[in-house]
């Protein structure tokens, strides 16, 4: 089934348990800044009713009804091209969030790790987790991904840490009807908005942290969760938040610290406990399909900040000059870049774990994950310095509502002929919106901090092949044996003609 906005935005009244700013939240839907996110989330809902999105977002399952497409298991280069295709579509429109990106993506990752549990173990997960996914879809439910634990000191694994062993989830009861589950998850975004929360380690375990080893999905109004939202990054909303803060006021606060207080999980939601071997296999999948999601996410925020920078350096009247346009260059190279990374890594998918899933070529979606954010603070800095210092002390829509002050503003505050001030502060406060602390820190640490993204970019490339091609043309021998350089022709190959040797000695440095 594809529910109506109105049948999702019913679903969220569930009595869950939500707090913002120190107050306890009545109704996420009218709550003032909660309902920004809200708002924009149910874009998920609008989508897929629309004629012209409608091929992208709906498909149907074996018994032939609609469903959404992001809740089914991409198996095909094409079905991650077509995975890619919803989420920019929906991050341009929406510009934030994008409700079912997170949980499609535990979801896809339950997937291979419960094929690839159920082949080496002989358990039955694939089917459950086959069972949850029917669920899901046929109730068209909103989810999102729990993953990132609190963690405490980085350098102890779960089992060891010090204070107390509730730093990251674990089971602490296995009851004959299912498991309670005590910890919290921190940084999870599209929380106010979803429905459902699945849950997975963010990291991999040893034997003593068995009881870390655990993945299952429960609703937001589950007895004992408990959600904590960040604090919002405007306090404005309406056409002031709009006026004020565009993009982020549109997606505040989306986050949640998520406190599971022994929360009672069924085992038919129960998709690892205990298993504590496959917890990398399940931390790599959601960090491959997650890290798809991150680089189209940041193709719609690249393609406005690019956007912004000309427009700001056209209102300021500065676009022909060189050095701004060498910078414009550099940050549509880097926005281009991160598109094509992301649809290069669906092209050439994974499909080692588990049969018939396909995930994105690790080495790709990395590259493109650390491209955006190793240059997103350059991007800030072209976009900030070809804006000028307005795109910090810009005046607010307050002061621009006001009849006493506006004519100056107006007057003053204007730069090129033709260009409204009006339109010229909308576009500094979009700049200062953008190049504030939440985007920054978002586009390091969302999808894993850069750290992560090296690791798995160490651990993938195809290190045999770059020496190879080093020792051939260092002509160390040990490249013959390589399938790709030891077959590759070479100039030795062509008959030529002895060397002059009547010559002067041939100079150290041409030899
Ligand atoms: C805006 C935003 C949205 C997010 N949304 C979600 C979401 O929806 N779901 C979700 O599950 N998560 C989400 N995250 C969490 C995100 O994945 C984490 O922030 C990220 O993985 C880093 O973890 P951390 O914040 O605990 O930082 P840390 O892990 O404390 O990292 C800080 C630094 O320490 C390094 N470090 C950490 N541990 C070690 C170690 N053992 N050895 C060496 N170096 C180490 C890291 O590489 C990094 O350089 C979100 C984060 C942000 C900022």
């Given at each position: 089934m594809i529910r109506t906005v109105a049948q999702y935005l019913d679903s969220l009244n569930d009595g869950r348990e939500m707090w913002c700013m120190g107050e306890k939240v009545k109704d996420v839907r009218t709550h003032p800044t909660l309902s920004g996110i809200i708002r924009t989330a149910a874009l998920d809902y609008v989508l897929p009713h629309h004629p012209e999105y409608r091929h992208l977002f709906v498909t149907r399952n074996a018994a032939g009804e609609d469903v959404n497409f992001l809740l089914t298991a991409p198996r095909t280069a094409e079905d991650l091209l077509r995975r890619r295709e919803c989420f920019i579509t929906a991050m341009r429109t929406g510009g934030g969030v994008l409700l079912h990106c997170m949980g499609a993506d535990a979801l896809a990752a339950f997937t291979v790790t419960a094929n690839v549990m159920d082949k080496e173990?002989?358990?039955?997960y694939g089917a459950r987790v086959e069972n949850y996914r029917q669920l899901l879809m046929r109730q068209d439910l909103g989810i999102t991904g729990a993953i990132?634990?609190?963690?405490?000191?980085?350098?102890?694994r779960p089992s060891q840490q010090k204070q107390h062993p509730d730093y990251y989830l674990r089971v602490v009861d296995r009851q004959k009807d299912g498991i309670v589950v005590r910890g919290a998850k921190v940084h999870i975004s599209a929380s106010p908005c979803a429905n459902e929360l699945l849950c997975s380690p963010c990291r991999t375990h040893g034997e003593a942290d068995k009881d870390y080893a655990l993945a299952f999905a429960v609703p937001c109004n589950a007895p004992g969760v408990k959600m904590l939202a960040v604090e919002p990054v405007s306090r404005t909303y309406g056409d002031e938040g709009r006026f004020d803060y565009p993009k982020t006021s549109a997606t505040q606060p989306t986050e949640c610290l998520i406190v599971f207080d022994d929360v009672f999980v069924p085992w038919e939601r129960v998709?690892?406990?205990?298993?504590?071997?496959y917890s990398r296999t399940l931390a790599y999948a959601f960090a491959s399909y997650h890290r798809l999601f991150g680089t189209c996410k940041m193709v719609g925020k690249l393609e406005a900040m690019t956007g912004a920078a000309a427009l700001a350096a056209e209102y300021n009247g500065v676009e022909h000059a060189d050095h701004i346009r060498k910078k414009l260059a550099w940050m549509a190279m880097i926005t281009h870049m991160v598109f094509e990374l992301g649809k290069a890594a669906c092209l050439d998918p994974v499909t080692e774990f588990g049969h018939d899933v396909a995930m994105p070529n690790r080495m790709s979606i990395n590259a493109a994950k650390f491209t955006f954010a190793s240059n997103f603070h350059q991007m800030c800095q072209h976009m900030q310095d070809i804006a000028g210092g307005l795109c910090t002390t810009v005046p607010t829509y307050r002061d621009w509502q006001n009849p006493d002050i506006q004519p100056y503003i107006d007057k003053y505050l204007?730069?090129?002929?033709?260009?409204?001030t009006e339109d010229r502060l909308r576009v500094m406060r979009l700049i200062k919106d953008m190049t504030g602390n939440y985007w920054q820190i978002d586009t390091i640490h969302?999808?894993?901090?850069?750290a992560a993204q090296q690791m798995f970019l160490y651990g993938s490339a195809d290190w045999d092949k770059l020496k190879a091609a080093a020792r051939r043309a260092a002509h160390?021998?040990?490249?013959?044996?390589?399938?790709l350089y030891g077959q590759l022709l070479s100039s030795d190959m062509v008959d030529m003609p002895a060397v002059d040797a009547s010559y002067g000695s041939v100079p150290e440095t041409a030899k």
């Open positions: 173990l002989g358990t039955e990132t634990d609190v963690k405490g000191d980085r350098s102890l998709f690892m406990c205990g298993e504590w071997q204007g730069a090129k002929a033709g260009v409204s969302g999808e894993g901090s850069m160390i021998d040990g490249w013959q044996q390589h399938p």
